[in-house]
């Protein structure tokens, strides 16, 4: 027996080693299960904390707008620091188009995401043959630009007040209609969405767009040098990431039953790179789901105490930054990676 | 013979600096060629001309009858031009299999593919798997490009150009940072690449080029001063008034 043993360990250790192969990513996986299973069960224990189903449909709505701006922060490499604008963009098209054109969810949003790409597409054609700082720069200019937009073109967006009195259209399939007129009915819709731009970015990050795009965010003179139109990957990912940001507005304007100038606010636009650095955006793909999470959780449980929580978590950031730049994601890695050891 | 690759007449200056002026380079196909000269002759910039990093102010870049003046590195790369970097430049998170997996024409064909996993694209890895173990490289697979040794690394550069699948490959400066058992282990390379490619090398060191280049060209001022086999250029009278007699 131990003789037999011996040989199939001699016949193993002379084998050809195995062809070294990309880890296949797989269309649904386990995170994502269980970030679903613990969205969709928010219904039976949020109450029990003391929280409400509102909150758990605006995070919803940040997770998605959080992971669509990380395809371009985290895995192309961009810093877009003027992306509330395209947030904003959904969800005044959204407004817009159900105001004046006709009002049903799925056109009203389908239009929602094809403003927020052709707003997109319109800003990264001017930007995407710059990098770094200039880049930022110009996402700055571009995001103030709509801003002010919004604010004086009174008699398309209402100015500073905005669009107000928009309805919550039910989701109509044809066999049957659903109302989306309560929080919990709104929040399910918006799960629905966030598992869609979920299973898609996860097949986007890991298809051979997004192993060069994730060789462009490494080295981009390199990966010209090699034969890949930069410029066009640049564009497409932002693209891509505006029209996500163009949903999540169309969906914060249902949440809001409004859409308003302050959505497409520098401030608003801080907000998204806070939730993905904190989160851990730079190392995980599940980063912004949990920076989005953290920061309107600790909007609403800080901001129960003090008014001034955003200056507290400011520091936090800060300290996150300076001592810990890959995040909650990070920290979670480098946990499970001491376990392992 | 028609050159596979030919600058004809090339010019580059940087405000009042003249880089370059009239560079005449002819590349045979199937030979190894070397371009040397001291520092500062303009080597460098004149590689970036020829490989589009930089437009030439004025002359003429043809690559296989067709001419590439001007056009950008993507466009030179997929007409079967590819080049590694003097300084190093990698794509240092990815491992070392990523980094040659993404510049395969493979991936690059499938380059808008956002729906399918590139793990399921039949071939590729094997493919990079195989250019790596080329350049020696086997059994480092998986390992980030930043965590590899600098001969390792050195010999990743060349694997991502070769992943390319190139008609004509230019080195810069290959040798620059490796000890006497990394060059050599180069040169063992370098003279098994030279078996089935057209290879352009810019080089300092003056033994490895004279020991594996079959033409080479002295750029000094901006100018071609010389131009012979090895051992025409050991006694080229030119050569040896700058300087670089006395390397070789």
């Known amino acids: 027996?131990?003789?037999?043993?011996?040989?199939?360990?001699?016949?193993?250790?002379?084998?050809?080693?195995?062809?070294?192969?990309?880890?296949?990513?797989?269309?649904?996986?386990?995170?994502?299960?269980?970030?679903?299973?613990?969205?969709?069960?928010?219904?039976?224990?949020?109450?029990?904390?003391?929280?409400?189903?509102?909150?758990?449909?605006?995070?919803?709505?940040?997770?998605?707008?959080?992971?669509?701006?990380?395809?371009?922060?985290?895995?192309?490499?961009?810093?877009?620091?003027?992306?509330?604008?395209?947030?904003?963009?959904?969800?005044?098209?959204?407004?817009?188009?159900?105001?004046?054109?006709?009002a049903s969810l799925w056109i009203d949003l389908g239009l929602a995401v094809l403003a927020g790409a052709a707003a997109g597409a319109i800003v990264a054609a001017f930007i995407s043959h710059r990098r770094g700082i200039y880049y930022a720069l110009l996402t700055i200019a571009f995001?103030?630009?709509?801003?002010?937009?919004?604010?004086?073109?009174?008699?398309?967006?209402?100015?500073?007040?905005?669009?107000?009195?928009?309805?919550?259209?039910?989701?109509?399939?044809?066999?049957?209609?659903?109302?989306?007129?309560?929080?919990?009915a709104l929040f399910f819709f918006a799960l629905a969405a966030f598992a869609l731009v979920v299973v898609g970015l996860w097949r986007l990050v890991h298809s051979p767009f997004g192993r060069i795009l994730h060789a462009v965010k490494q080295n981009e003179a390199r990966a010209a040098f090699v034969g890949h139109d930069v410029w066009l990957y640049k564009w497409l990912a932002f693209v891509i990431s505006a029209a996500i940001a163009g949903l999540a507005g169309a969906l914060f304007a249902m949440a809001q039953q409004s859409a308003y100038p302050n959505v497409m606010s520098l401030h608003n636009s801080g907000f998204v790179v806070m939730m993905v650095l904190i989160g851990g955006g730079l190392v995980s793909f599940w980063g912004p789901v949990i920076g989005a999470a953290f920061f309107i959780l600790a909007r609403d449980l800080l901001g129960a105490y003090t008014e001034t929580w955003l200056l507290w978590y400011g520091l936090l950031f800060m300290a996150m930054v300076l001592f810990k730049p890959e995040g909650i994601a990070g920290l979670w890695q480098q946990y499970v990676g001491r376990r392992a050891r | 013979m028609t050159p596979l690759f030919e600058a004809k007449r090339l010019g580059k200056r940087f405000g009042d600096a003249v880089v370059l002026e009239d560079i005449n380079l002819a590349f045979a196909e199937g030979r190894l060629s070397g371009i040397m000269g001291p520092n500062g002759a303009g080597k460098t910039t004149c590689f970036h001309c020829l490989t589009g990093r930089y437009k030439p102010d004025r002359g003429e870049v043809w690559f296989a009858g067709e001419n590439i003046t001007g056009l950008a590195p993507r466009a030179?790369?997929?007409?079967?031009?590819?080049?590694?970097?003097?300084?190093?430049?990698?794509?240092?998170?990815?491992?070392?299999?990523?980094?040659?997996?993404?510049?395969?024409?493979?991936?690059?064909?499938?380059?808008?593919?956002?729906?399918?996993?590139?793990?399921?694209?039949?071939?590729?890895?094997?493919?990079?798997?195989?250019?790596?173990?080329?350049?020696?490289?086997?059994?480092?697979?998986?390992?980030?490009?930043?965590?590899?040794?600098?001969?390792?690394?050195?010999?990743?550069?060349?694997?991502?150009?070769?992943?390319?699948?190139?008609?004509?490959?230019?080195?810069?400066?290959?040798?620059?940072?490796?000890?006497?058992?990394?060059?050599?282990?180069?040169?063992?390379?370098v003279r098994e690449l030279k078996r089935s490619l057209t290879i352009v090398i810019i080089e300092h060191d003056m033994p490895f080029l004279f020991g594996l280049a079959d033409h080479v060209s002295v750029i000094h001022w901006g100018q071609v001063i010389a131009r012979g086999t090895p051992d025409e250029l050991r006694a080229n009278p030119w050569v040896q008034r700058s300087n670089l007699g006395a390397l070789a």
């Open chain 1, 1 to 102: 027996m131990a003789r037999v043993a011996e040989e199939l360990f001699v016949q193993a250790a002379r084998a050809p080693a195995p062809e070294p192969r990309l880890a296949p990513a797989g269309l649904v996986t386990r995170p994502m299960v269980v970030a679903f299973l613990a969205l969709a069960t928010t219904p039976l224990w949020l109450g029990a904390l003391g929280l409400y189903q509102y909150l758990a449909l605006e995070i919803t709505i940040w997770m998605i707008f959080a992971l669509g701006y990380n395809l371009l922060l985290g895995h192309a490499g961009l810093p877009s620091f003027g992306h509330g604008a395209y947030f904003g963009v959904g969800a005044y098209a959204f407004g817009l188009a159900q105001k004046h054109l006709v």
């Open chain 1, 143 to 184: 995001g103030q630009v709509f801003w002010f937009v919004a604010i004086k073109w009174h008699s398309v967006t209402g100015g500073e007040d905005g669009l107000l009195d928009l309805r919550r259209l039910p989701a109509d399939f044809g066999f049957a209609s659903f109302s989306l007129q309560s929080n919990e």
């Open chain 2, 76 to 189: 030179i790369a997929r007409r079967g031009i590819a080049r590694s970097f003097q300084i190093m430049s990698l794509f240092d998170d990815m491992t070392a299999l990523e980094n040659v997996l993404v510049a395969t024409p493979g991936l690059r064909a499938r380059g808008f593919d956002m729906a399918r996993d590139a793990a399921a694209a039949t071939g590729l890895a094997e493919e990079a798997a195989a250019t790596l173990a080329r350049v020696g490289l086997r059994g480092k697979e998986l390992a980030r490009a930043r965590s590899l040794a600098y001969g390792e690394r050195r010999a990743l550069e060349i694997a991502v150009a070769l992943a390319a699948r190139p008609r004509l490959l230019f080195l810069d400066e290959p040798t620059a940072g490796l000890g006497a058992e990394g060059t050599a282990r180069l040169a063992e390379l």
